[in-house]
């Protein structure tokens, strides 16, 4: 009778805590599973390009760069199996193609450099390197700005931020100098002296950016506050 009712009490506490831990995943941080956008790049990346490819949703090299028609072919293959059609290889999307996906910690900031560099590069390739990490700067200063999207992708990505995203610059290859800024501007490194805004005089077609307070002039760009 003692063994049943220990059994019983057994069965109940794995129950209740089952229970729990069903209730606490949600809760977890969101940086517990990796994501992939316009602009990640790696062995993922690849893997995604792959399976994509092999099942006839895209056409394109697979260079393991998550360019615009990388983003493409994935709304296709979200919106073929009920996803949510953001372009965005979530967990969810991952999971539907079969990847496991590395946790973040060390792959987070890879993922942050390698997005960074892209719009360094994009912005940037041609400037003196202290230009590029300048530019890097200023991405990571909108952030902590109120004004700006709190996360570096969402300054990358805010509409009518960047033009680099608009006229293909950015899915170009990456300068090999755009990574190692983007690594100093992520360590800290900022020649733009606080910037949050940076155009070039011999190309800027707004107004209103040229009332901006200057900061610092580096290369063909002017820094402003």
């Not at 009778?1 to 949600?26: E, G």
């Not at 590069?121 to 230009?131: F, H």
């Not at 606080?194 to 155009?199: D, E, L, P, T």
Request: glycine share 8%; with cysteine; charged share 15%.
């Amino acid at each position: 009778m003692k063994s049943k009712r220990r059994l019983a009490s057994s069965l109940a506490f794995l129950f209740a805590l089952n229970i729990l831990l069903i209730c606490l995943v949600p809760l977890l941080p969101d940086a517990e599973a990796a994501s992939y956008r316009r602009g990640s790049a790696g062995s993922v990346v690849t893997q995604i390009q792959t399976r994509l490819k092999n099942w006839g949703y895209y056409s394109d090299a697979v260079d393991g760069i998550y360019g615009s028609r990388t983003e493409a072919a994935v709304k296709r293959f979200q919106q073929k199996n009920g996803l949510t059609v953001d372009g965005v290889a979530g967990p969810a999307t991952l999971a539907a193609m079969g990847i496991s996906a590395p946790s973040v910690g060390s792959q987070t900031y890879s993922n942050d450099v390698a997005l960074l560099a892209r719009l360094i590069s994009a912005e940037s390739r041609a400037e003196p390197y202290v230009g590029q990490v300048a530019v890097g700067a200023v991405v990571l200063n909108r952030i902590k700005h109120p004004s700006f999207p709190n996360t570096l992708a969402g300054v990358i990505y805010q509409p009518g931020a960047f033009s680099c995203l608009d006229d293909g610059q950015f899915d170009k290859p990456v300068a090999d100098s755009a990574y190692k800024a983007a690594r100093d501007a992520l360590n800290g490194w900022d020649p733009s002296g606080g910037a949050i805004y940076y155009f070039n005089p011999s190309t800027a077609t707004s107004a209103w950016i040229w009332s901006r307070p200057l900061i610092i002039t580096i290369g063909r760009h002017r820094f402003c506050a």
